[in-house]
């Protein structure tokens, strides 16, 4: 079974991005190839990226950041789920992704990203920020509008094709996941 860990990558107060990955959680847990968790920001509450060298070179000592770095090494994949905020990604997520280097290696994403526009400028950081980290990130995404996926901007209300687009995402994540296990490395706590 592939290990997708589904991040909420916004921490703010009022985000929308635990509702939006639990969502995609429920969806992938009915498949039978795979499990997904809820891997929220907010359990992980991360300094300010401020280390001497970079965790290629040097991983951080700090207990937070340990901790972040085997939760992320103890999974085979990813779902981002992503606000737009000035056209980027959340501090908190660069942040999150910045603190590790090898925990990411070989290990494919799936992007879901919101906002006025789809947070379509949020997802497309966002992959070169994983490609950094030798994150290979799928094809399909999801883009969900403020306008049309959230009553009033606020309540998340999908629309109905977008079950089937986190699905054909899925697809591909676990099928990258399943090609690339011969390149992951077991992980050991560094």
Not at 124 to 129: A, D, G, S, T, Y
């Given at each position: 079974?592939?290990?997708?860990?589904?991040?909420?990558?916004?921490?703010?107060?009022?985000?929308?991005?635990?509702?939006?990955?639990?969502?995609?959680?429920?969806?992938a847990?009915?498949?039978?190839?795979?499990?997904a968790?809820?891997?929220?920001l907010?359990?992980?509450?991360?300094?300010?990226?401020?280390?001497?060298?970079?965790?290629?070179?040097a991983?951080?000592t700090?207990?937070?950041?340990?901790?972040?770095?085997?939760?992320?090494?103890?999974?085979?994949?990813?779902?981002?789920?992503?606000?737009?905020?000035?056209?980027?990604?959340?501090?908190?997520?660069?942040?999150?992704?910045?603190?590790?280097?090898?925990?990411?290696?070989?290990?494919?994403?799936?992007?879901?990203?919101?906002?006025?526009?789809?947070?379509?400028?949020a997802?497309?950081?966002?992959r070169?920020?994983?490609?950094?980290?030798?994150?290979p990130?799928?094809?399909?995404?999801?883009?969900?509008?403020l306008?049309?996926?959230?009553?009033?901007?606020?309540?998340?209300?999908?629309?109905?094709?977008?079950?089937?687009?986190?699905?054909?995402m899925?697809?591909?994540?676990?099928?990258?996941?399943g090609?690339?296990?011969?390149?992951?490395?077991?992980?050991?706590?560094?």
């Amino acid at each position: 079974m592939i290990r997708i860990g589904v991040v909420a990558g916004s921490t703010r107060p009022g985000r929308k991005a635990d509702a939006v990955a639990r969502w995609v959680c429920d969806i992938a847990a009915r498949r039978p190839d795979a499990t997904a968790e809820l891997v929220d920001l907010k359990d992980h509450p991360l300094p300010h990226f401020d280390e001497l060298l970079p965790p290629s070179m040097a991983p951080s000592t700090r207990p937070a950041v340990r901790r972040w770095g085997a939760a992320v090494a103890a999974l085979d994949a990813f779902v981002f789920v992503t606000p737009e905020y000035n056209h980027s990604i959340p501090g908190a997520l660069k942040d999150a992704v910045d603190f590790l280097f090898e925990e990411w290696h070989h290990k494919p994403a799936g992007l879901v990203s919101y906002g006025v526009h789809g947070g379509t400028r949020a997802a497309e950081h966002l992959r070169l920020v994983l490609g950094q980290v030798s994150v290979p990130v799928v094809r399909s995404q999801v883009t969900l509008s403020l306008h049309t996926d959230f009553a009033q901007f606020r309540d998340f209300r999908p629309g109905p094709h977008q079950e089937a687009t986190v699905g054909a995402m899925l697809d591909e994540v676990v099928a990258w996941a399943g090609a690339l296990r011969g390149l992951r490395r077991p992980q050991a706590v560094r």
